[in-house]
Every structure is written in C-alpha cells, then in structure tokens.
C-alpha cells in the first residue's frame, strides 16, 4: 500500500483540483493519448493470458535468454521493474533471464551482447510503434539475423514476438509476413505511459514475475487517484511540486533508500522530463540512490544552489533478514548497532536525510511503500502516471507530446545519408566547416 | 589521447589563470590537500608492485571473487574504471571478478551479496580511512564474519588487504592486530581524488587491468595541465564551465554515448558535486548515457528550462566490430545504413545532438578521447581533477572540503542511539512528534 505525505497549500489544490478535472473530463491537450487512465481496470484476461502463456512456452522449450529489443518507453517500464524484482547477482530467477537491446548504438555493448547470447538458447521480444526508431530497427536486425543463423527462419520465428502498432508499421507487417506472433501498443498509449501494456507486461512475465500483482496494484492506485478528494495522492504530489517548481525549486530529486529502485529512477525521469520539459518550462528531474549518493551528491544537496526538492521512495519492509554481527572489541565503535537490522540503519538514515535537508533548505515529501513487490509496483507507476498528468497541465503544458526529441534525429539522418535529408545534410557539413 | 574544444571568453581564461595560479602555488583554501596532484609522477613503483602481487597471489590461490567495501571516493573510482573496461556481460575476464559492498545500507543488497559469495573463493579489500564510517564497517564486519567462517581467521586474513590511514584509526589498529597486509591512503589525498592512489589502484589490478597504464594516462595529463597555457585542457574547461555558471547555466550534465562510461559520469558527479555545492553556491551535476537517455531526458534538454548545458565525452574508436546488416526487403527503411559501423551511427547521433542542443540554447562543449582503456581513462581522471581544483577557485569556494556531509549522519548516529548524541535523539524524537 502506497501512501504520500506532501502537504501543498489551499491555492495549489485548487489548482490541482483544476487540472484534475481537465484531465478527468478527457479535454485537455493530447486527449488523444489517455488509454493508460483505464489500463489497469480494462486489460482483458485475454492480454495477460496471452503474456503468460509465452512465457510458458519458452520456459518448457528451454530458453535461457530473452533478448528486449526497445527504447525509452519501450525500455524503461521492463527495465525498472526487472531491477526492483531481481536478485542483486542474478540468482534464483523466476523465469527466463532477460537482457535489453536496442536502447543504445554502442557497437561494444551489442557485439558483447551477441558474446553472451551466442551459446544459449535465446528468444526475442521487439517492441516499437513503428518498426523504424532507429536504436530498436538496427538492434532488431542484427539478433534477427543472428537467430535466424542459429535455429533457420522457422523456428526462429517461434522465438520472436513483437509488441507493435495493431494495423500499420513496418514491425507489424514484418511480423504478418514472417508470422510472429503480436501484442498491440494501443493508439492511445504514449511510449512513457506504456509499462501496464505488453510493452511492460511481456518482458515482465517472461521473467517469472506476476503481471496480474502488477495490475491489481495499480487498479487499485487507480481507483485512488480517481476520486475528486484532497486525500488523493496523486493529486497532492502534483500539487505540491508544482509550488515548489513556481518557489524557485527547479531542480527535483527522486530519492531511494534501496539500490533496487536506481531503475524506477529512470524510469519516472523519462516520464516526467518528456512530459514536462518543453516551451522553455518544467521541473529537471534527477535521481539518487541513498545512502550511497550521499557520499557525492550529499554535499551539493545539503549546501549547493538553493533550487532542489526531493520526492523520497521510503520502503518500509526489506525482502530479505540480514543484522550487524557484534564485536566484542568494538574497534570501529559501532556495537550500538550490534543485532540491529540493516534496513533500520538504512532507515534511520533516511529519516536523519529528511531532517538534514530540510534544515539545509531542501523541501522533501515522501511516498511510503509497504514493500517492492508487483502490486505495489503496480501502485507506484500509477500513481507516477496519474500525478504527471495532472501536474503537466498545472504547468500549462501537453503531458502527452514531445516535440522535441525529433531535432536530434534529423540531423542524425542527414549525417547519416538518409535518402530525402540531402539538403539538411549541406546545411550542416557547411556548419561544421 | 584525450582532447577539449572549450571556448572560454578572455576574461574567463584570465580568471582561470588566476585561479591555476593559487592552485599551483599551493596557496588556496585546502591547500593541505593538495597530494593528488603528484601522484601520477611520484608513486612509487613499491606501492604499483604492491597492487599487482595481491592480484597475483590471489590469482594463483585460485580466489574467484574479490568484495571491495568502500563508499564515496572509496568506491566510485574503482566501479568508474572497473565498468568502463569490463565487458558488459562480465565475459573475458582478465583478471578476478570485483563486486562492491558497503557503498550502501541496503538489508537486501547485502544478504543477496552473501548469497552470491558462499559458495565461491573469496578475497576481500576494505577501504576506509578511519574504519568507522558507517557502511563500510557495517559490511565489513559481516563479511569479515563470513571469511573468518570459511577459512578460519589464519588464512582468512591472507585474504583481507586494508586501504587505509598509515598510522592511526580502527582499520589500521585492526590490521595491525590481525595481520592484515594494508596499503595507505595519503593523508593529503581527499576521498574523491583518491582514484590514483591504492583506493583505486589495487581492485583495478586484482580486476586484471594494467594500472601502470591508468598512471602513465595521469602522468602525462599531469604534465600537459601543469603548462600556464591558454591551451591547458584543465584552465579551458574550468574557464567554460565558469562563464556559463555565472551567465545562469546552473545544471551541467555529463553526456556520453558509450554505456561503459555510466559509472564514470557518477565519480565526476562525486568530484564536481562534493568539490563545488557549498555556500549555497556551484553548478548541479547530471549526467546522461545517450543515445538511450536522448528518448527519457532529450526532450526536456531540448525544450525545457534554458539553465543547462553539457559536456560531452567523445570516444573516437569502439573495441569491437559490428556492423548494420543489409535487408534486402528494407522493411524498415534503414537500408541506408548497410553494412555501417554502428559506432559510426552513434557518432553522427552525437554530431547531430550537439547541433540540435546548441539550436535549442544548451552550450555544449567536447572532450574527445581516443578510446576507452586504461591510459585514457587515466587521462581522463587526471584532466577532470585538475580542471575541478582550477574551477572551485575560481568559484570562491574551498575545492578539498565538504561540511555539508556530516549534517545527516548526526541526525542518524542519533537516531539509532550512539552513545553521546543522547540530547540531539530527544530533540529530535520531539521534532518528529
């Protein structure tokens, strides 16, 4: 159970309270993008039976490795979620173990990719909208050829699913020719609200996790963030990040307490700078993971510019029962923690944290997890997802576009000889002169 | 050989002189902290052969992994160079698998690490100055507890090698009492400089890695910053990233584009953040893995708050060959790509966010290096700690100091009830209340 104690002011909740009501009433900007609000409670078994049972199937056929082929909202949902749940070496997996592709160009890490992969029995998941976003496209090219060398086409093409457009795209009808099975990214679902799809979805149940845990945990935090309460949390996160940012605090901080959650980080960058940062405004989102990043962004945090604020993922159970051993020497002082949990140092740690940075005049709110598992995973992305929209339209922006990530990848093109960028690619060699 | 296109104004490069002028002459604020800057030339071959006998005794003993238990600067330096020249899925190792440890409070992390280490040999390198900073002592009792366990105190420290102060502290007395054999951190050399002393060196070379290279990289980084030159790679970087601090430029971000160079964007977030943030002043450090963060933080860099700008490092040659296969049904449109090095899309993916972030008011300058191996990484850590004594001065503030980083831990040495923080506990119990 996932629980919030930001406190904003009467004005910021009714200003939440309005855009809380923009988006409720779907006629706000980007109205076209909010299939992720019904997600948790509409998903028809059909989608996570179909998961399941191709997890199923490659754990009976032997498959050691699946390959996920995708970027950012493609990416992150699976890759946060597998790192909160994994062991930290790899160990007692639940199901197939699952490595990422496609979400880089580095030629070391994919030509050591194919290292890993070449004496394993591997299956494959290529998720993208289009079948033509760059990273995934060259990725998906490569273990294509390499699985097909390795099994022939046929069997190969029972080991390769895509997650890709219903109807159009190159992914789509590649997949119609070479008769993968599909799961649809719906029309209505961008990249970054994308985890609770099969986008998220597959990666996760091929890994042995339960995805059903994962929505019932957000259908909950959906039933939640839908009321029209000045209790509702996702109402009161966006509310209250919204005066701090309108304060002067520019600069947000998601703090966690366990190494597990580095990825969640990520993941709630990629939601909240995509939606927030454009015409010149919004919150820039940052991470840390305490308490080892006290030990180097501590000292920025406690005395630097005064323009941050945190939001701390606060674990209230750990998984796992491991105490500090006594010592009757006591050489590094430290028998009054002897028997005491770890996770109670770590947490009061945190509370100290808390207390510290606000004395050094840094606001922080908190979000409390009963534990890391699916369903309050499920709770957490919700509740990320719902307050990001509300707050996207406090700030008087479209939560659901991104203008700004195609400027990057058209003089990309004209670098790289696209065919039709050859004006753009003059322009640009006369540039670098 | 590593490189930099900074373009400071005049009047930044003649404030940059100033401040190498005070750095030089050994005359600033923390100028008794000031080691780091000989230690490229001036180690001796004792303290190098040192490192490599440990790595090699242990190889011979057959030990499979070595925990190195450090945190901060006794720990990012090592993880930088250590993820920077592994391969990405731990294969081809050269010398003995490293795992980190104490450079956290996490209850999980620490059991699971126990699980992975039990039925392994193993070897231990602690690295503390004083030996009582929390974490690492935590984790070394617990790991010392499960060594001893195996192999019997005798040979358990034959397996145990401290990093530490020459004469005084926990970890020195105990090393003394138990035999342990140690190395020395300088007591002039600040943890976040200490990557060149044995804090960096020897889990470097028990990991396989050829550590006179890393000080030969130092070494000759060393002399070229040492040159009271407007071409001093450390003055321009230290000049430029000045001038934009104070034109409003308050976030710089740490870009890379190879993914092994993750770990290196945390050690220079440790050294800028804890060297800079203090007196509620210096710049906020970020730092982004591209292209993969290009679809999370690329919009928000391209159309968010205008108070960024970036610092990109530039790896000129990939360590390995893979190149875009041909499709002849081109599906994806990405036929123009054939049979191209997928480095050298990443490298026109870089040229072409450069030009995209300049256009969107993000400065961006370079530091372009030849590739990624020891002697330019040893560049690198040299080049980034100099131009970090040359930027702090020329920001006004202490460069080898860091208040800030004691405030929490009061709070959480109260809270867990050390004795003599008796009132500080009730103050704090009450403010809670």
Redesign the interface.
Known sequence: MVNVNFKPSKEYVEKAFAAFDVLEGRKGRGNDFLGWMDLPSDTPASIVDGCCAIADEWRQKGVEVAVVIG???S??GAKAALAALS???G??RRGIEV?FAG??????????????ISGKSVAVIVISKS??T??P??A???IK?HVEGKYGKAEAASRIVAVTDKARG??K??SDQEGYRTFVIPDDVG??FSVLTPVGLLPIAVAGYDIRALLRGAASMQRICAERDARNPALLYAAARNELYDSGK??EILVS????LQYFG?WW??LY??S???????????SV????D???????????????FETVISVEH?????T??D?P?N????N??SG???????R??E???R???E??GVPNGRVTVERIDEFNLGELFFLFEKACGISAYMLGVNPFD????E?????????????GYEAQAEA?RE??R
């Open positions: 970027i950012g909202g990416y992150l062991h930290s070496f160990m007692e490595v979400f880089n160009l580095s030629e070391e890490y994919h030509a050591e990719l194919l290292d890993y079948g033509t760059t990273e496209a060259v998906f090219r490569i050829e190159a992914l009808s590649l990249g970054r520019k600069v307490y366990n190494p597990k990520e960058k990629q700078g995509e927030e940062g454009k015409e010149g405004r919004g919150i820039f989102p940052a993971n305490f308490t080892t006290l030990h180097s962004m501590g000292q920025y945090i406690q005395e630097g510019e005064r323009m941050l750990a998984g796992r029962e491991l500090v051993c010592d020497q050489l590094d002082g430290l009054f923690l005491k949990h770890l996770e109670h140092c770590n009061m740690a509370t100290g944290t207390l510290a940075h004395d050094g991104q203008p700004g990530v400027a990057y990848k058209k003089n990309m093109f004209a670098l790289l000889g696209k065919p640009i540039r670098l």
